[in-house]
């Protein structure tokens, strides 16, 4: 039996999973509304619209959900993180705000096409560049350049972010939430054009999620070396870089062959993996290079209590979840493509 | 504007917008739920289309609350990472719980909105009553844990750092039960007040609307309710004011000198040179009756505690004269209303009295923000009593004014942006007339249908 606060780091991993699977696709609706174009643009947009209406919020909570374990159970790294990071910190929080509003200021305005172009803008620009900054922050937490101690001078609150490895991750994840979005919509579309469209869409982010997972690792190197030589030597890299790439082959695969259940799945497990790959060689770090899940650990009684909520509030919140994936997301294009390929 | 002004800036701005959704999200769906099962019991559909009305300004309050909540769960960091640091372990479990109650109220949101069509009308109902609930779940843990910053317990101080802790302790407070009780009745007061006016103005203009009179008593019900009880919670904080943190309670009634027998002071201007109150109306033995319920008891005046620990007397108390002024307007509303619903079956129906519901409509949140600057400002120069100073436990980061000024033009923007969508929504309300040959139909523009 894992230690409990591992138990806790896997939490919070679990968390960031669910995010990144849930809440990145919706930001990568966002940029697909931004990047919306040919005959079917509006169709498109609607059906972004559509898809990510009732759900967006509470996808989102997972975020938040990352954050309150974060700073129960490893205070020392939230505030290390929230110190260093402040700067792109700030710039993901102002995304995430303008993204939220104007998509909802977008549904509840006039249907006039002027409105509906100025909140899409809003909220499409916003769903683009607040991926870009989450993976500043991840990148830049792998880095090895935030301290467990405060920074001292200007200096300190850029340099951990500011260089090419966390802006390649910021990338990576952009590229790989516009993907999930991508290969999620073409279930969710109603007419056979209009998944096509985004089969194509899906395809093309394919590859650059896998030019983009090939530059974060060269330059990991440099980047953040403690990560890139795990990734290289440990014993359990090769059998979880396999299966992320089979996973990333199989999705490819589906997608041409028009499976597209079997491609949203193969997505779904190729973007856990990528995390969990991330999650592992980390590990035992929290913030390289100071801060490891035991030495920032909070006291044993906050630990257990946390773990216990977590435990309660799993038991009702993943009915309830199912409850409302099940009410907005069955019926529709989801039982025509069941019907066409049994 | 140096750093620790500006990052206590940012966080009174953040606070302060971000409560005015909170609130809506609490107290919104209680009303969308009791206007949905009117329509249930009645089959009257104006009930019903006032459901789905107030459903739409929730959404939009509701999105800009959730968002807006998330920038307060970084900036607890971003602004004040040594007080997190210290007190995570001790105060995030009621955080940790918050973030389940906002799963919870996120995703029945979704099916409320979104589900009219695809849930049947029992669901439906429910799991509004699930968003309401879950609502007021979140304010509760959240109001714990600030309740903890005031009156902090749940661990032994050694050295400056806490040890022995127990996170239940923390929960369980001694401010804890007042100030969830207090916060929870002026939600839904404000709400209730609010929704109120707007129905009222509207039926100034136009008085037969049955639309608008459904929603004005139903609104009316809410927050005249919860005025009536919220003295009593009022009363309740204090005396845990005057046991736990005499120097805020002297600083809300301007009381510098201690006394047996002290006088309520209504009104006046503390002077902190002169240790005055001047121009206040001074009710005798009032102070001491209800800090501790004896009209001999002593209450100890600013004057006993060393001067670096006053907080700014005359903020505090001018907030709280607001905040007790804008409630007793309320409350006597409230009755008004009350009064006449008993006798003669129905709300008062003259001009004056839907005048009075406009004037009221601000009230409920002017009240809130001026009670959470009695709390926060009244705190100072504490960030947990007796504990930790705000100044310890400040961001090293510089230049904390740009992300100030950043995200109070931000939050201008949204403001601006959401007084005018929900404007717009109002002035396009449903006509219903009892003789049915007057109704007029609108069309019900929904996202996306």
């Known amino acids: ?342 | 504007m140096d750093d620790l002004l500006a990052a206590r800036s940012q966080m009174a701005m953040s606070l302060a917008f971000h409560i005015i959704f909170a609130v809506a999200g609490i107290a919104m769906p209680l009303m969308m739920c009791i206007a949905e099962w009117r329509w249930l019991r009645t089959r009257d559909e104006t009930y019903l289309t006032l459901a789905k009305r107030w459903a739409k300004g929730t959404a939009i309050l509701f999105a800009v609350g959730a968002v807006s909540g998330t920038v307060l769960s970084f900036e607890l960091g971003l602004l004040w990472p040594e007080f997190m640091r210290w007190a995570g372990p001790i105060i995030g479990m009621p955080f940790s719980l918050e973030g389940f109650a906002f799963f919870t109220e996120a995703i029945f949101l979704g099916i409320y909105l979104y589900g009219w069509d695809r849930v049947s009308p029992r669901a439906h109902l429910l799991a509004g009553a699930m968003v309401a609930l879950s609502g007021a779940a979140s304010a509760i843990f959240v109001v714990i844990a600030n309740a903890w910053m005031n009156t902090p317990t749940g661990f032994q101080l050694v050295d400056g750092k806490p040890v022995d802790i127990d996170p239940i302790a923390a929960m369980m407070n001694p401010s804890a039960m007042g100030q969830t009780v207090h916060m929870l009745l002026a939600a839904y007061a404000a709400v209730g007040f609010a929704v109120a006016g707007v129905h009222a103005y509207l039926l100034l203009k136009d008085r037969n609307n049955l639309f608008h009179r459904h929603a004005l008593a139903i609104a009316l019900a809410v927050g005249g309710v919860t005025a009536i009880l919220q003295p009593l919670s009022g009363d309740l904080l204090g005396q845990t004011l005057a046991r736990y943190q005499p120097v805020k309670l002297a600083a809300m009634e301007g009381h510098f000198k201690t006394e047996q027998g002290a006088p309520l002071r209504i009104g006046g201007w503390p002077d902190e040179e002169s240790a005055t109150t001047r121009y206040a109306i001074e009710i005798p033995y009032g102070l001491s009756l209800l800090a501790f319920h004896d009209p001999q008891a002593v209450v100890k005046g600013l004057e006993d505690f060393p001067r670096d620990l006053w907080p700014p007397v005359a903020i505090v108390h001018i907030a709280f004269q607001v905040m007790v002024g804008a409630g007793m307007v309320m409350m006597l509303l409230a009755l008004w209303a009350a009064v006449s619903a008993w006798q003669r079956k129905a709300l008062p129906d003259s001009r004056w009295f839907l005048r009075s519901v406009v004037f009221s409509a601000p009230m409920g949140f002017i009240a809130i923000e001026a009670g959470w600057t009695v709390t926060e400002v009244g705190r100072q120069p504490w960030i947990i009593q007796g504990v930790m100073r705000t100044a310890e436990a400040v961001t090293p980061m510089p230049g904390l004014e740009i992300p100030f000024i950043t995200f109070t033009l931000l939050y201008l923007f949204l403001a601006v942006i959401v007084v005018w969508l929900i404007a717009r929504q109002v002035s396009d309300s449903p006509r219903v007339y009892a003789t049915p040959a007057d109704n007029v139909e609108r069309e019900e523009g929904y996202a996306f249908d």
């Open chain 1, 1 to 342: 039996m894992p230690s409990i606060e591992i138990l806790l780091a896997g939490a919070m991993m679990v968390a960031l999973t669910f995010y990144a699977l849930m809440g990145g696709a919706d930001f990568g609706g966002g940029v697909w509304d931004l990047f919306a174009f040919g005959p079917r643009k509006r169709a498109q947009r609607e059906l972004i619209a559509e898809a990510i209406g009732p759900i967006w919020e509470a996808n989102h909570v997972w975020l938040i959900l990352v954050i309150v374990i974060l700073f129960t159970a490893f205070p020392p790294a939230f505030a290390a993180v929230a110190t260093a990071l402040h700067i792109p910190l700030t710039l993901m929080l102002i995304g995430i705000v303008l993204r939220g509003s104007a998509f909802t200021f977008r549904s509840y305005d006039k249907r006039t096409d002027d409105a509906q172009r100025r909140w899409g803008r809003v909220f499409s620009i916003a769903s683009l560049i607040t991926p870009i900054w989450l993976g500043v922050i991840v990148g830049a937490i792998s880095s090895g350049k935030v301290r467990g101690e405060s920074p001292t001078t200007i200096d300190g609150f850029v340099v951990s972010w500011f260089a090419p490895f966390p802006f390649a991750v910021g990338l990576f994840a952009l590229a790989l939430f516009a993907f999930l979005a991508a290969v999620y919509l073409t279930l969710a579309a109603k007419d056979e054009s209009l998944r096509e469209d985004f089969r194509l869409r899906a395809l093309a982010s394919a590859i650059a999620v896998g030019v983009m997972a090939l530059i974060v690792f060269l330059l990991s190197a440099s980047g953040a070396p403690v990560i890139r030589e795990r990734l290289g030597q440990s014993w359990w890299t090769w059998p979880l870089q396999i299966a992320t790439g089979v996973f990333a082959v199989c999705a490819i695969a589906a997608l041409w062959k028009r499976r597209f259940r079997l491609a949203r799945f193969c997505a779904a497990a190729q973007a856990a993996l990528i995390l969990w790959g991330w999650g592992v060689a980390q590990y035992p770090y929290l913030v390289v290079p100071d801060l490891t899940i035991s030495n920032a650990a909070a006291p044993a009684i906050t630990l257990r209590l946390v773990w216990w909520a977590l435990i309660a509030g799993a038991v009702l919140l993943f009915p309830s979840f199912y409850y409302l994936f099940r009410v907005f997301k069955r019926g529709g294009a989801d039982a025509q493509i069941g019907s066409e390929h049994p």
